[in-house]
Nanobody, 129 residues
Framework: QVQLVESGGGSVQTGESLRLSCTAS????????MGWFRQAPGKEREGVGI???????AFPDSVQGRFTISRDNDKNTLYLQMNNLKPEDTAMYYC???????????????????????WGQGTQVTVSS
């Protein structure tokens, strides 16, 4: 179905910002709920932002107020704006997409549990103090 490619990662200092992009191909994303996840060595994969097809979004407490997820369906692109970065944000960041076949809430619930139809290759974010 849809193929995803992340970009925008890099090395920054504490307090700086980065914007990650996820470009999709093979299918328009207007019918997908999408999200960003991260995983550091020795830790479980963690969702850091989920957005449904109409733009409603949710974030965990660990990034609330610092991260913003958005989408541009015309450009077939998902974004993650990360502000006030901290060393604990260091991880590989992945983009994910799941088709909304019936209800948006069902898609969001599945994605929140880490279940996704498509995953990108990931982009590394490193935050130093």
């Amino acid at each position: 179905q849809v193929q995803l490619v992340e970009s925008g990662g890099g090395s920054v200092q504490t307090g700086e910002s980065l914007r990650l992009s996820c470009t999709a191909s093979g299918s328009p994303i207007n019918r997908y709920c999408m999200g960003w996840f991260r995983q550091a060595p020795g830790k479980e994969r963690e969702g850091v932002g989920i957005i449904d097809s109409v733009g409603d979004a949710a974030f965990p407490d660990s990034v609330q107020g610092r991260f913003t997820i958005s989408r541009d369906n015309d450009k077939n692109t998902l974004y993650l704006q990360m502000n006030n970065l901290k060393p604990e944000d260091t991880a590989m960041y992945y983009c994910a997409a799941t088709l909304e076949t019936h209800l948006r809430s069902m898609c969001v619930r599945s994605l929140a549990q880490g279940q996704s139809d498509s995953w990108g290759q990931g982009t590394q974010v490193t935050v130093s103090s």
